[in-house]
Protein backbone atom coordinates (compact mmCIF):
# COMPACT_ATOMS: atom_id res chain seq x y z
CA UNK A 1 0.00 0.00 0.00
CA UNK A 2 1.29 3.11 -0.98
CA UNK A 3 2.26 5.81 1.84
CA UNK A 4 0.14 8.79 -0.52
CA UNK A 5 -1.11 9.69 -3.83
CA UNK A 6 -0.29 12.92 -5.54
CA UNK A 7 -2.86 13.40 -8.09
CA UNK A 8 -2.03 16.54 -10.45
CA UNK A 9 -5.32 16.89 -12.17
CA UNK A 10 -8.03 18.86 -11.90
CA UNK A 11 -11.13 18.61 -9.19
CA UNK A 12 -9.92 15.36 -7.91
CA UNK A 13 -9.62 16.55 -3.90
CA UNK A 14 -13.50 15.54 -3.63
CA UNK A 15 -15.80 13.53 -1.07
CA UNK A 16 -16.21 10.46 -3.25
CA UNK A 17 -12.85 9.82 -5.02
CA UNK A 18 -11.66 9.95 -0.86
CA UNK A 19 -14.58 7.41 -0.12
CA UNK A 20 -13.03 5.15 -2.25
CA UNK A 21 -9.10 6.36 -2.58
CA UNK A 22 -9.14 5.22 1.25
CA UNK A 23 -8.99 1.65 0.45
CA UNK A 24 -5.68 2.36 -1.49
CA UNK A 25 -2.80 5.00 0.42
CA UNK A 26 -2.52 6.54 3.46
CA UNK A 27 -2.56 10.05 2.03
CA UNK A 28 -4.21 11.79 -0.79
CA UNK A 29 -2.85 15.03 -2.42
CA UNK A 30 -4.73 16.70 -4.96
CA UNK A 31 -6.06 20.08 -6.35
CA UNK A 32 -9.47 20.64 -5.06
CA UNK A 33 -10.08 23.25 -7.74
CA UNK A 34 -9.09 22.92 -11.46
CA UNK A 35 -5.65 22.60 -12.47
CA UNK A 36 -2.94 25.45 -14.59
CA UNK A 37 -2.82 23.64 -17.70
CA UNK A 38 1.04 23.19 -17.42
CA UNK A 39 0.25 20.85 -14.49
CA UNK A 40 2.34 20.97 -11.20
CA UNK A 41 5.89 22.12 -11.25
CA UNK A 42 7.52 18.77 -11.15
CA UNK A 43 11.08 19.86 -10.53
CA UNK A 44 10.19 21.43 -7.88
CA UNK A 45 7.92 18.91 -6.49
CA UNK A 46 9.82 15.44 -7.51
CA UNK A 47 12.55 15.79 -4.61
CA UNK A 48 9.91 16.76 -1.89
CA UNK A 49 8.65 13.53 -2.58
CA UNK A 50 11.45 11.97 -0.34
CA UNK A 51 11.01 13.68 2.65
CA UNK A 52 10.38 10.81 5.60
CA UNK A 53 7.73 12.84 7.68
CA UNK A 54 4.43 11.99 4.95
CA UNK A 55 2.68 14.83 6.62
CA UNK A 56 5.48 17.44 6.26
CA UNK A 57 6.03 16.15 2.78
CA UNK A 58 2.41 16.95 1.63
CA UNK A 59 2.38 20.24 3.58
CA UNK A 60 5.59 21.34 1.49
CA UNK A 61 4.07 20.10 -1.70
CA UNK A 62 1.13 22.30 -1.34
CA UNK A 63 3.07 25.48 -0.57
CA UNK A 64 5.28 24.74 -3.07
CA UNK A 65 2.95 23.98 -6.04
CA UNK A 66 0.68 27.02 -4.67
CA UNK A 67 3.73 29.71 -4.25
CA UNK A 68 4.37 28.46 -8.42
CA UNK A 69 0.92 29.31 -9.16
CA UNK A 70 -0.49 31.92 -6.97
CA UNK A 71 -3.19 32.92 -7.11
CA UNK A 72 -4.67 30.48 -9.30
CA UNK A 73 -5.30 27.30 -7.55
CA UNK A 74 -6.82 25.53 -4.67
CA UNK A 75 -5.58 21.94 -3.30
CA UNK A 76 -5.51 19.93 -0.23
CA UNK A 77 -4.04 16.96 2.00
CA UNK A 78 -6.12 13.99 3.58
CA UNK A 79 -5.01 12.02 5.73
CA UNK A 80 -7.61 8.30 4.25
CA UNK A 81 -7.40 6.78 8.16
CA UNK A 82 -9.98 9.53 8.95
CA UNK A 83 -12.29 9.61 5.66
CA UNK A 84 -14.79 6.36 8.01
CA UNK A 85 -15.52 9.06 10.59
CA UNK A 86 -16.11 11.97 8.17
CA UNK A 87 -18.34 9.69 6.44
CA UNK A 88 -20.77 9.36 9.37
CA UNK A 89 -20.68 12.78 10.13
CA UNK A 90 -21.39 13.80 6.70
CA UNK A 91 -24.10 11.14 6.16
CA UNK A 92 -25.87 12.47 9.57
CA UNK A 93 -25.51 16.55 8.04
CA UNK A 94 -27.09 15.41 4.86
CA UNK A 95 -29.90 13.30 6.57
CA UNK A 96 -31.07 15.88 9.10
CA UNK A 97 -30.27 18.60 6.26
CA UNK A 98 -33.22 16.39 3.99
CA UNK A 99 -35.47 16.21 7.10
CA UNK A 100 -35.85 20.00 7.06
CA UNK A 101 -35.64 20.83 3.11
CA UNK A 102 -35.44 19.41 -0.10
CA UNK A 103 -33.90 19.94 -3.36
CA UNK A 104 -33.14 22.31 -5.30
CA UNK A 105 -31.05 23.59 -2.81
CA UNK A 106 -29.88 27.30 -2.36
CA UNK A 107 -26.56 27.14 -3.58
CA UNK A 108 -26.14 31.33 -3.86
CA UNK A 109 -22.86 31.58 -1.65
CA UNK A 110 -21.60 28.07 -1.78
CA UNK A 111 -17.98 27.96 -2.75
CA UNK A 112 -18.31 25.87 -6.36
CA UNK A 113 -15.29 24.58 -8.61
CA UNK A 114 -16.99 23.48 -11.82
CA UNK A 115 -19.05 24.47 -14.09
CA UNK A 116 -20.48 22.79 -17.34
CA UNK A 117 -23.34 23.70 -19.67
CA UNK A 118 -24.08 26.78 -17.36
CA UNK A 119 -25.14 24.21 -14.83
CA UNK A 120 -22.51 24.25 -11.53
CA UNK A 121 -21.67 21.07 -10.79
CA UNK A 122 -19.40 20.62 -7.73
CA UNK A 123 -19.13 22.84 -4.84
CA UNK A 124 -16.99 22.76 -1.70
CA UNK A 125 -18.50 20.70 0.86
CA UNK A 126 -17.66 22.82 3.72
CA UNK A 127 -19.21 25.90 2.28
CA UNK A 128 -22.41 23.84 1.30
CA UNK A 129 -22.95 23.02 4.75
CA UNK A 130 -21.35 26.15 6.27
CA UNK A 131 -24.61 27.62 4.45
CA UNK A 132 -26.91 24.97 5.15
CA UNK A 133 -26.46 25.95 9.19
CA UNK A 134 -27.03 29.55 8.07
CA UNK A 135 -30.31 29.17 6.47
CA UNK A 136 -31.74 27.22 10.09
CA UNK A 137 -31.81 23.59 7.57
CA UNK A 138 -28.84 21.88 9.64
CA UNK A 139 -28.14 21.73 13.49
CA UNK A 140 -25.28 23.47 15.06
CA UNK A 141 -24.29 20.53 16.80
CA UNK A 142 -23.99 18.08 13.51
CA UNK A 143 -22.71 21.21 11.66
CA UNK A 144 -19.63 21.37 14.58
CA UNK A 145 -19.06 17.27 14.15
CA UNK A 146 -19.11 17.62 10.79
CA UNK A 147 -16.21 20.49 11.09
CA UNK A 148 -14.34 18.67 13.07
CA UNK A 149 -14.04 15.30 11.08
CA UNK A 150 -13.86 17.23 8.00
CA UNK A 151 -9.85 19.27 9.29
CA UNK A 152 -9.08 15.86 10.77
CA UNK A 153 -9.27 14.11 7.52
CA UNK A 154 -8.14 17.42 5.50
CA UNK A 155 -5.37 18.54 8.09
CA UNK A 156 -3.37 20.74 5.26
CA UNK A 157 -4.72 22.86 2.30
CA UNK A 158 -4.34 25.85 0.45
CA UNK A 159 -6.96 28.43 -0.89
CA UNK A 160 -7.08 31.38 -3.61
CA UNK A 161 -9.34 34.40 -3.44
CA UNK A 162 -9.20 35.94 -6.64
CA UNK A 163 -8.99 32.88 -9.14
CA UNK A 164 -10.04 32.82 -12.23
CA UNK A 165 -10.69 29.55 -14.52
CA UNK A 166 -11.46 28.42 -17.81
CA UNK A 167 -14.81 27.67 -16.65
CA UNK A 168 -14.96 31.28 -15.69
CA UNK A 169 -15.57 30.51 -12.04
CA UNK A 170 -14.30 34.05 -10.20
CA UNK A 171 -13.46 33.46 -6.59
CA UNK A 172 -13.80 37.30 -6.01
CA UNK A 173 -17.56 37.17 -6.15
CA UNK A 174 -17.62 35.30 -3.21
CA UNK A 175 -15.72 34.92 0.38
CA UNK A 176 -12.85 31.96 0.65
CA UNK A 177 -12.68 32.17 4.06
CA UNK A 178 -11.42 29.27 6.72
CA UNK A 179 -15.11 29.90 8.12
CA UNK A 180 -16.84 28.55 4.41
CA UNK A 181 -14.23 27.17 3.03
CA UNK A 182 -12.94 22.96 3.28
CA UNK A 183 -10.24 22.17 0.98
CA UNK A 184 -12.91 18.91 0.08
CA UNK A 185 -15.21 19.18 -2.95
CA UNK A 186 -18.42 17.84 -3.81
CA UNK A 187 -20.64 17.14 -6.43
CA UNK A 188 -24.15 18.46 -6.89
CA UNK A 189 -25.12 14.65 -7.72
CA UNK A 190 -24.20 13.75 -4.64
CA UNK A 191 -25.48 16.52 -2.34
CA UNK A 192 -29.01 16.05 -4.04
CA UNK A 193 -28.71 12.09 -4.08
Not at 165 to 181: H, L, S
Amino acid sequence: RPRYIFVDCCLMQDYDVACQFKKYTDYIIAPVSETPADGAPYRKITPLLTIDDTEKMCDTILTTYYDYYNPHLCISAIRTRDVDDLQVKTNAAFQEIKQNTAPPYDYTKVIYYFVEANKTLQYDLKSFFYEQNQQGNLSDDKYNAFVTALEKCVFTTRKSKPWKTAAQIDFTNFDVEDYNYGGLSITKETIEK
